[in-house]
């Protein structure tokens, strides 16, 4: 089983980034799916989770942020849109069965992907 997110990279403040997530060995379908963010020197922040029964939406500009999936490819996606240098941090993608509501900021979480890195900045 195993996660891998990829997609990161160095973007201009205002500017976008689409974040990929490759699941291998189970099905994104049949799990909540969420993105986890954390910055230097900062706790881990939630900033969407999707599952087939709920969606969970971080502290953030409603449409700045979206969650999107690709069930042929076993894939999801973070689009981020607007950015700025605040969002600058790891992001990983996670997988735990069931709903979103049951992994508060990611707590008791089954599956953790390998990080990547985002950095806005002029």
């Known amino acids: 089983v195993q996660l891998q997110a990829s997609g990161g990279g160095l973007v201009q403040p205002g500017g976008s980034l689409k974040l990929s997530c490759a699941a291998s060995?189970?099905?994104?379908?049949?799990?909540?799916i969420g993105w986890f963010r954390q910055a230097p020197g900062k706790e881990r922040e939630e900033v969407l989770c999707?599952?087939?029964?709920?969606?969970y939406h971080g502290d953030f500009e409603r449409g700045r942020f979206l969650i999107t999936r690709d069930d042929v490819k076993n894939e999801v996606y973070l689009q981020m849109n607007r950015l700025n240098a605040e969002d600058t941090a790891v992001y990983y993608c996670?997988?735990?069965?069931?709903?979103?509501?049951?992994?508060?900021?990611?707590?008791?979480?089954?599956?953790w992907g390998e990080g990547t890195q985002v950095t806005v900045s002029s």
């Open positions: 996670a997988a735990g069965s069931g709903k979103c509501s049951d992994y508060p900021e990611g707590q008791g979480i089954n599956y």
């Open positions: 060995g189970f099905i994104l379908d049949d799990y909540a």
């Open positions: 999707v599952s087939s029964s709920d969606l």
